[in-house]
């Protein structure tokens, strides 16, 4: 990899850690200090120059918003003492409700699954934290907050925790999988020459879905998106959303 992509990719990198430590209550970020400092990072420097000696860089024409790029992604993260061994052989195979374990990379790993790798970016950690969201939703209550942190392109209320309920336990990976095309393909849908129920058909004709959303005015309030699923020959309302 280049010094121009790794410098765009640990740019972006450092804002995308911003907002996933908004949510550090349920996500930690951890680095083995002692191995990663060794490593070289950029133009031939080690990440441990980077960290300790900064002044250095920037007198050689190191690019200021790398090297805080670079500190600011380590200072929030917490230190781990695993080795690297420890952690492909250990943590990314224990996975139960409560824990799921992943990479942060810029490009794929090989030996690795594809669902503990987080390829740079927000899309990569929403992929990876939905993939174990289907998989664990727990309860209604749990999963609709969860959703809140990883679709937010979608407006959830109070009342889809009740909606759900019945459908949860049924087929979490579905509703994981339809919500993450209204989330991420539903707005490229929509244009002038489609909208409204046209617009739906186009979203459930790219990405393939099984039943098509449909459109209902409510009360005094803007229009929003039901999102139905078929379960035991009836329909029944799985959550209500608003494209931002």
């Excluded at 420890?86 to 409560?98: A, P, Q, R």
Aim: charged letters at 30%; a neutral charge; aromatic letters at 12%.
């Amino acid at each position: 990899m280049s010094d121009s992509e790794i410098e765009e990719k640990v740019k972006r990198l450092a804002e995308d850690v911003k907002l996933i430590n908004q949510y550090k209550d349920t996500n930690k970020l951890y680095t083995n200090y002692s191995e990663i400092y060794p490593q070289v990072f950029y133009a031939n420097y080690t990440v441990e120059k980077f960290i300790c000696n900064p002044q250095e860089l920037k007198q050689n024409g190191i690019d200021r918003d790398v090297i805080n790029s670079l500190q600011n992604i380590l200072q929030m993260s917490e230190e781990t003492i695993k080795t690297s061994t420890e952690v492909k052989d250990e943590l990314l195979s224990w996975i139960n409700k409560d824990n799921c374990h992943g990479l942060i990379a810029f490009h794929k790993i090989s030996g690795f699954d594809d669902s503990v790798q987080i390829i740079y970016g927000m899309d990569g950690w929403y992929k990876f934290r939905r993939h174990f969201l289907g998989l664990s939703p727990k309860d209604a209550n749990y999963f609709i907050d969860e959703c809140i942190k990883y679709f937010p392109l979608l407006y959830f209320r109070e009342e889809n925790k009740d909606a759900i309920k019945s459908i949860l336990k049924e087929c979490p990976k579905k509703i994981i999988y339809h919500l993450s095309a209204l989330n991420d393909k539903f707005k490229d849908c929509v244009t002038p020459e489609l909208k409204g129920h046209k617009s739906w058909s186009n979203s459930a004709f790219m990405q393939n879905l099984t039943k098509q959303p449909h459109l209902k005015a409510m009360q005094k309030e803007k229009r929003i998106l039901l999102f139905l699923l078929r379960t035991n020959q009836e329909y029944l309302k799985m959550c209500a959303v608003n494209p931002t």
